[in-house]
């Protein structure tokens, strides 16, 4: 399940973002209702609305410093999302210096611990920092939040060296209380999207690369249906396309129009995907397009499976199970790879 982190310090002033943000999760749990009668009462306290925002297990809404840390620090796996106000002085954490220190430490961040003051007013950055070390690849799933979308991420010389600030701050810092902030509306109201696309982002980002956001679409549709074993069969329906997507692609790219594995009927010329199959062992001694025993494997279940059990009849649907599912994901994944390198290979 897809689960989201929001990072605010002054949750009551905020209350139209929440809704805007969460929607579509808040209205599910049918927890919309509640903030509108807590918008009613005179006085809002943000532990109420962290009450609310908790019921729905997709939602963890922080507003103290220290506690934001823990969740970084220790349970930063278990989200898909997270967005972070960079401001969160708003409530005073010296008390919690002990714990604030232990869990730097943890991590071996001595030069915050030393100085930690220097964040004080953009506590923001260093969690960000802290999720960098820990892996890079969090670049894709922060949002920042400030006063001022200019406002450029500067306080360690650190960041700069990780990641690319100028592209940071263009398209993850949202400047609060501007139409920016609907680009978080989007990707929670199709979270799942957003999650698939973090979790095999070089699948995506190859995809993209090689064809287009519509192929990009596909395999995400194929990401989706794999969770469930009652969509086995649309998900073989799927998978099939695609697949021959890349064998054609790439036989295009060899371009040998005389080859056996092209049918000719007609003035009309076919690619014979499984002739296609059987021929890569003698097309990457030519042309060394990095195929191997795994690839072929996959290949072979990739074009085998799906054509005895979703085109054809040959096969019982019972024969399926979560786990040939899961397991032809993951030759999808690995086909998707090779297919990039092959191209590649093609093209010099």
């Known amino acids: 399940m897809s689960k989201v982190l929001y990072i ?34 005179k006085q809002i306290f943000n532990r109420d609305i962290v009450r609310i925002c908790n019921k729905a297990t997709e939602l963890d809404v922080v507003y103290k410093f220290s506690i934001a840390l823990d969740k970084i620090v220790h349970h930063h796996l278990d989200y898909d999302l997270i967005i972070i106000d960079r401001d969160l002085s708003t409530y005073d954490y010296s008390k919690d210096w002990e714990g604030i220190k232990a869990d730097l430490k943890f991590l071996s961040l001595s030069d915050p611990v030393d100085n930690p ?32 979308s200019k406002d450029i991420v500067k306080s360690s010389v ?10 940071f701050s263009t398209n993850r810092i949202l400047e609060k209380g501007t139409d920016d902030e609907y680009a978080i509306s989007h990707i929670i109201a199709d979270l799942p999207t957003f999650s ?25 549709s194929i990401v989706k249906l794999s969770y469930n074993i009652e969509n086995k069969i649309v998900f073989l329906q799927k998978l099939r396309p695609l697949t021959e997507r890349f064998l054609v692609t790439l036989a295009n790219q060899i371009n040998d129009k005389k080859a056996r594995y092209w049918d000719k009927y007609h003035g009309n010329v076919s690619l014979q995907e499984k002739d ?16 191997n025993k795994n690839i072929r494997q996959c290949l ?32 999808l994944c690995d086909v998707i790879l090779w297919f990039d390198r092959a191209m590649e290979n093609l093209k010099k």
């Open 300 to 331: 072979y279940s990739l074009w085998q499976i799906p054509s005895d059990f979703a085109n054809h009849t040959s096969g019982n649907p019972d024969d399926i199970t979560i786990y040939t599912i899961t397991a032809m994901l993951n030759q």
């Open 117 to 148: 003051a220097e964040y004080h007013g953009k506590e923001g950055d260093l969690l960000l920092l802290i999720l960098l070390r820990i892996d890079q690849t969090y670049r894709d799933k922060v949002y920042f939040l400030a006063k001022n």
């Open 196 to 220: 698939i696309q973090n979790k095999y982002k070089e699948q995506c980002d190859i995809l993209r690369k090689q064809f287009s956001e519509e192929e990009v679409n596909q395999f995400i």
């Open 276 to 291: 296609f199959i059987n021929s890569l062992d003698e097309i990457n001694n030519r042309h060394k397009i990095g195929y």
């Open 158 to 167: 650190e960041l700069e060296t990780i990641i690319n600030i100028t592209h």
């Open 8 to 41: 605010e310090d002054e949750l009551t002033k905020n209350i139209p973002t929440l809704k805007r943000f969460f929607a579509p999760i808040l209205a599910s749990r049918n927890l919309l209702k509640q903030f509108i009668e807590i918008e009613d009462s």
